[in-house]
């Protein structure tokens, strides 16, 4: 099975993420320097059920395409090759479509 994945970009930068159908919106620490974290009020669990260290969540205003968005993130150390995580409903709510 292939990954959908693409770049965001955040503040000026490129960045890979990775769209995941059965994950909350997660971003590496570091990505996004300017913005303040918030402390979160449970836990994430990676797919085998360990549970993944956060350090809270923030907003963050990124573009995906050509449009702009603004989404709460969950900040965590997940060990990827993507810095995000978007899940589903990100993607969706911006009405995206596919260019063949």
Do not use: N
């Amino acid at each position: 099975m292939d990954l959908l994945t693409t770049d965001l970009e955040i503040e000026g930068y490129q960045y890979p993420y990775l769209i995941d159908p059965g994950s909350v919106r997660v971003i590496k620490p570091g990505i996004s320097k300017g913005h303040s974290v918030d402390p979160v009020e449970f836990t994430v669990k990676g797919v085998i059920g360990t549970e993944i260290q956060t350090s809270g969540s923030r907003i963050l205003e990124f573009r995906l395409g050509r449009r702009f968005c603004r989404h709460k993130f969950i900040v965590a150390s997940v060990q990827m090759d993507y810095s995000s995580i978007l899940g589903p409903d990100v993607v969706l709510s911006y009405k995206p479509y596919q260019i063949w």
